[in-house]
């Protein structure tokens, strides 16, 4: 599950690492409210405005309505709701988002922690994932950090540092100092670097995260190490263990499909082919999608419902799937251990007559229990269904169907 900035940097500000200050909104008349507060809080008399939606290169991106920016930094409280204004509610295109953008339903008004001597503040990259090949967390860093931070690590991967956690030990203070000295800190700004380390893995692990990446770090003209910026992806599997942060996602960010899968209890991913697939089991659903492949096909999606593919499941399977303008065809590949396959072709009878016309072909295989009723089923439903017994058969059913 992803975050905005402001959300996970109010998870670092939580575990003790310090963060450019700010205060989201999402109505102009709220900006110089926000930027009075902030004025009293830390001194700012500049302020940044930054779009909040999950893509990077805000500050590169445009706004398609205003052409302006999605990180604007506005020279005083006067010009702090003119500049919320250019931003909110229009459609930021950056190089991460389609070209239609996302819409910026909030900003976040923040303080301009470069003040008052740009010319003195260091910008650092770091980030803190798993590293799957040794099963090892791994905190990334560099002293190049910014918005370009992509260059970096093509053009000059020396420049990328890498420290490997134990996950028994966790993140020691040799590690920490390792780190602040590898980005050249001495002093105060050293002292700081390795509290700002320790804090952000403390923040990483507590709350389960996938990732925490923090571009830029910065070192301010007063030496403080602060996070200007926030990525942060929670695992979903860990979110029941957080109830308080499963509550911060923006469904509005998110596919719509995705959404009404995930909320039917269905694990889906879009692609971008012509083949639906519905499928129970994570590695049948891949065997599936390479017999597609092999066909001349390309899977339009990967789905998967699990262990008990009822016709109420099933027809919101279909439904998710038929959304897809590209699909030309369903191929439902479904092995019965726990669940009867005799059941699973009832449900997709049923489902297929609630539903009403479906406009393309659907091959199903189902294999399993009680295999051959299922195949009496679908064979003698009368509708555009048709099964298959081998894997092989299923994948010439498919060149056949939608060639």
């Known amino acids: 599950m992803n975050l ?3 959300q996970g940097k109010s998870i670092l500000k939580s575990y003790g690492v310090a963060i450019q200050e700010g205060i989201v909104v999402d109505n102009p008349s709220d900006a110089l409210k926000a930027a009075d507060d902030l004025n009293k809080q830390t001194g700012t008399e500049w302020f940044v405005v930054k779009a909040q939606i999950h893509a990077g290169g ?6 398609i309505e205003t052409g302006s920016h999605g990180v604007v930094i506005a020279k005083g409280k006067d010009h702090v709701e003119q500049t919320v ?6 459609h930021l295109v950056t190089a991460q988002t389609s070209k239609d953008g996302k819409k910026v339903n909030k900003v976040l008004i923040a303080e301009d922690a470069y003040a008052p001597d740009f010319d003195k503040t260091s910008e650092f990259y770091m980030s803190v994932l ?3 090949e040794t099963s090892r967390n791994i905190i990334m860093y560099s002293t190049e950090g910014g918005m370009n931070i992509e260059e970096v690590a093509e053009e000059t991967p020396h420049l990328i540092h890498k420290e490997e956690v134990d996950p028994k030990v966790g993140i020691t203070p040799f590690q920490c100092r390792k780190i602040a000295f590898n980005l050249g800190l ?3 700004s050293f002292k700081e670097m390795v509290k700002f380390v320790k804090c952000l893995y ?8 996938s990732l925490f990446e923090i571009n830029p770090v910065l070192r301010t003209c007063d030496d403080r190490i602060i996070a200007v910026d926030s990525k942060v992806t929670l695992d979903n599997n860990a979110l029941f263990r957080h109830k308080d ?5 923006d469904f509005s960010e998110e596919d719509p499909m995705d959404v009404e899968a995930d909320k039917a209890g269905l694990n889906y991913v879009n692609l971008d082919g012509n083949v639906g697939c519905m499928v129970n089991g994570a590695g049948l659903a891949m065997a599936t999608m390479d017999i597609i492949k092999q ?4 899977p339009a999606n990967f789905l998967d419902v699990g262990g008990t593919a009822d016709a109420d499941r099933v027809e919101k399977a279909f439904n998710i799937i038929l959304k897809d303008t590209n699909v030309k065809g369903i191929l439902v590949n479904i092995f019965g251990g726990i669940v009867r396959c005799d059941r699973v072709a009832n449900g997709i009878v049923q489902a297929y007559k609630s539903i009403g016309n479906i406009p393309v072909p659907i091959i199903v295989r189902l294999q399993g229990t009680n295999a051959e009723e299922a195949k009496s089923i679908i064979d003698n439903s009368g509708l555009n269904v048709h099964s298959a017994i081998t894997l092989r058969e299923a994948a010439d059913k498919v060149k056949e169907l939608i060639s």
């Open 202 to 209: 403390a923040a990483y692990e507590g709350c389960d995260a």
């Open 130 to 132: 798993l590293n799957r």
């Open 245 to 249: 942060y499963a509550d911060l996602r």
């Open 58 to 63: 805000r500050g590169k991106g445009t706004i």
């Open 295 to 298: 066909s001349g096909g390309d």
């Open 4 to 6: 905005h900035e402001y």
């Open 85 to 90: 204004n250019g931003i909110l509610g229009g």
């Open 186 to 188: 001495s002093g105060k």
